[in-house]
């Protein structure tokens, strides 16, 4: 009987646990057919939710993002092993093109706007998947302004004219024209002053829970990141060394000693820290 009470709950707790909007598998990235770049690289998305990929420059953050939007072979890259699924179907095989059009894109690092295009001209072009639908293009670029009132006063402006924080907000701006359901933010931070890196991140925060859309977030600034995430990866060389919901890694020792600055101006190399160590396991 109390085997039978047991089964009952976990599967209740099963059925209350909705499937993860993104979920990537074991997956290994090749540069030019040799250079291995992910080892056995594995996180969830769960759907509605905010999830950080943090790590420092070099650590594998934008390759992770470049293979779920399928943006590897443009650069000699490609995924060797592993796979990729959006809303539980396989998308490693599918066109860039085409898994916007299912709901999940990418803005990319560095802030790329058509800078000879004015603001305007460049949210219409997050709107190319969708056709003729103007009405509803005219009405999602209201709805974009709303989040960022200050690309409606630049509205007409070319885009290689504005600030980079503007130039930020119009990148992230296009890409809700496409409607998605997800978003791979690229270090949106980049470059950006500190208000302007909390105003991004609010908006992103509001995006989320206004509009339902997930996010992926690639960040070094792991403090930031962490505030606004609800679960983090930690990536080191090309794998995933810790994983954990955010609260957990903010009070992590290790993550304070190499990324929060908790090392009272004594830092330390990775190998001196007997944590960090035990977990080289996960890098041999």
């Given at each position: 009987?109390?085997?039978?009470?047991?089964?009952?709950?976990?599967?209740?707790?099963?059925?209350?646990?909705?499937?993860?909007?993104?979920?990537?598998n074991n997956i290994e990235v090749i540069y030019n057919h040799v250079i291995l770049v992910l080892k056995g690289v594995s996180l969830d998305v769960p759907k509605g939710g905010i999830v950080a990929l943090l790590g420092a420059n070099g650590a594998g953050k934008t390759t992770t993002l470049k293979a779920i939007s399928n943006l590897l072979n443009a650069e000699r890259g490609e995924v060797t092993k592993g796979s990729i699924n959006f809303e539980g179907a396989e998308v490693h095989a599918l066109s860039p093109n085409d898994l916007v059009k299912r709901g999940c894109i990418q803005v990319m690092e560095g802030r790329h706007?058509?800078?000879?295009?004015?603001?305007?001209?460049?949210?219409?072009?997050?709107?190319?998947?969708?056709?003729?639908?103007?009405?509803?293009?005219?009405?999602?670029?209201?709805?974009?302004?709303?989040?960022?009132?200050?690309?409606?006063e630049r509205r007409t402006s070319l885009a290689g004219y504005i600030s980079g924080g503007e130039q930020q907000m119009c990148a992230i701006g296009r890409a809700l024209m496409s409607r998605p359901k997800m978003m791979l933010l690229d270090e949106p931070s980049m470059g950006l002053a500190p208000q302007l890196v909390e105003e991004i991140f609010e908006i992103t925060k509001r995006l989320n829970e206004e509009q339902g859309v997930s996010v992926l977030l690639a960040e070094q600034n792991v403090n930031m990141a962490l505030r606004y995430a609800?679960?983090?990866?930690?990536?080191?060389?090309?794998?995933?060394?810790?994983?954990?919901e955010a609260a957990t890694l903010r009070e992590n020792e290790d993550v304070k000693e190499f990324y929060l600055g908790g090392s009272g101006g004594n830092r330390k190399s990775f190998r001196d820290v007997k944590h960090y160590k035990r977990r080289k396991r996960w890098l041999a």
């Open positions: 009987m109390d085997q039978s009470v047991e089964k009952t709950e976990t599967s209740e707790v099963a059925a209350e646990t909705p499937p993860p909007i993104l979920s990537v706007c058509f800078e000879h295009l004015t603001v305007e001209e460049n949210l219409l072009t997050g709107a190319y998947t969708r056709g003729s639908d103007r009405k509803g293009v005219r009405s999602d670029i209201e709805m974009v302004y709303g989040y960022f009132p200050r690309l409606k609800q679960f983090g990866y930690i990536l080191e060389n090309g794998r995933v060394v810790l994983d954990g």
